[in-house]
């Protein structure tokens, strides 16, 4: 049991970590870490492989439990629930309420592959929201045409590119329309020449929308482009963090200057 001191309220963050630990058998991933998440702001969290960057996406998308610490969405805690201004383990049903407030996109893409494109988007809308047919439908091609493939809603996810699948993965993750959308690399799957379509769609939401995202990517420059704030994690915690101009011209880590001039020389 967790006592609530921090009560979350509607002028607090979208997301706040307090002092979350995970890890896996004797390796430590995330250490105490601490970062809060305003509400339409756009985070892309970089650092080397093992830092601790994907971890943190699935903890939010609870497909990983923290050993300890508070994390809060949209002002209620997502791991606990609130009894008697205590925090307590949550329940399944708890869980399923906050995993509503959040969409992921992966770098496999994950579509089903027995359903048609339009269905890979309306399928989770009409059976988890319970949103009517013929709305989840016309959402999904609004979806689609924003993502530029309005015409490829008949077709099957084998007959698309690495690139055009990854676009579907984002209108079906924007259909079940959560409040903060989770980014994992999704572009690290996919062949050079198809990254710039998936990019350019991120660019989109990022200039067109008020959604609060989370970015863990390699691509610097649209981290530079889109984010308001980068984040540095090294072994678990937030090492450096600051607007996109600072981190990428005048880091104040040796780590993090250290990690930038390996990436950007490639």
Same mark, same amino acid.
């Given at each position: 049991?967790?006592q609530?001191n921090?009560?979350?309220d509607?002028?607090?963050?979208?997301?706040?970590?307090?002092k979350?630990k995970?890890?896996f058998?004797?390796?430590?991933?995330?250490r105490?870490?601490?970062?809060?998440?305003?509400?339409?702001?756009?985070?892309s969290i970089i650092?080397?492989?093992g830092?601790?960057?994907?971890?943190l996406?699935?903890?939010?998308?609870?497909?990983?439990?923290?050993?300890?610490?508070?994390?809060?969405v949209d002002?209620?805690?997502?791991?606990?629930?609130?009894?008697?201004g205590?925090?307590?383990e949550?329940?399944?049903k708890h869980?399923?309420?906050?995993r509503g407030?959040?969409g992921?996109?992966?770098?496999?893409?994950?579509?089903?592959?027995?359903?048609?494109?339009?269905?890979n988007v309306?399928?989770a809308?009409i059976?988890?929201l319970?949103t009517p047919?013929d709305?989840a439908? $016309?959402?999904?091609? @609004? *979806?689609?045409d924003? #993502?530029?493939?309005?015409?490829?809603?008949?077709?099957y996810?084998? !007959?698309l590119s690495?690139?055009q699948q990854?676009?579907?993965?984002i209108a079906r993750?924007?259909?079940m329309?959560?409040k903060?959308?989770?980014?994992?690399?999704i572009?690290a $799957?996919?062949?050079? @020449? *198809?990254v710039?379509e #998936?990019l350019g769609?991120?660019?989109?939401?990022?200039?067109?929308? !008020?959604m609060?995202?989370?970015?863990?990517t390699?691509e610097m420059?649209?981290?530079?482009?889109?984010?308001?704030?980068?984040?540095?994690?090294?072994e678990?915690?937030?090492?450096?963090?600051?607007?996109?101009?600072?981190?990428?011209t005048n880091?104040?880590?040796p780590?993090?200057?250290?990690?930038?001039s390996?990436?950007?020389e490639?």
């Open positions: 049991m967790v609530d921090d009560r979350q509607a002028s607090g963050p979208m997301i706040r970590f307090q979350v995970k890890s058998g004797d390796v430590h991933v995330l105490e870490l601490d970062l809060d998440v305003a509400t339409a702001e756009r985070i650092g080397a492989s830092s601790g960057k994907t971890t996406l699935r903890i939010l998308m609870t497909l990983e439990e923290p050993n300890s610490g508070v994390i809060y002002g209620e805690p997502l791991w606990h629930k609130k009894v008697n205590e925090l307590v949550a329940d399944e869980l399923r309420k906050m407030k959040i992921m996109v992966f770098q496999q893409f994950n579509l089903f592959p027995h359903m048609k494109v339009l269905r309306t399928e809308p059976h988890v319970g047919r709305k439908e $016309a959402r999904a091609k @609004e *979806l689609l924003m #993502v530029g493939l309005a015409d490829k809603m008949d077709n996810p084998s !007959q690495g690139g990854q676009r579907v993965a993750a924007l259909a329309q959560p903060v959308m989770l980014f994992d690399e572009t $799957a996919l062949d050079p @020449e *198809l710039g #998936v769609v991120m660019r989109q939401l990022a200039h067109e929308t !008020q609060t995202m989370l970015i863990v390699h420059g649209f981290a530079r482009d889109v984010s308001h704030r980068i984040v540095f994690l090294h678990g915690q937030v090492l450096e963090e600051g607007p996109p101009e600072k981190i990428f880091p104040d880590h780590r993090t200057r250290e990690f930038l390996r990436v950007l490639h």
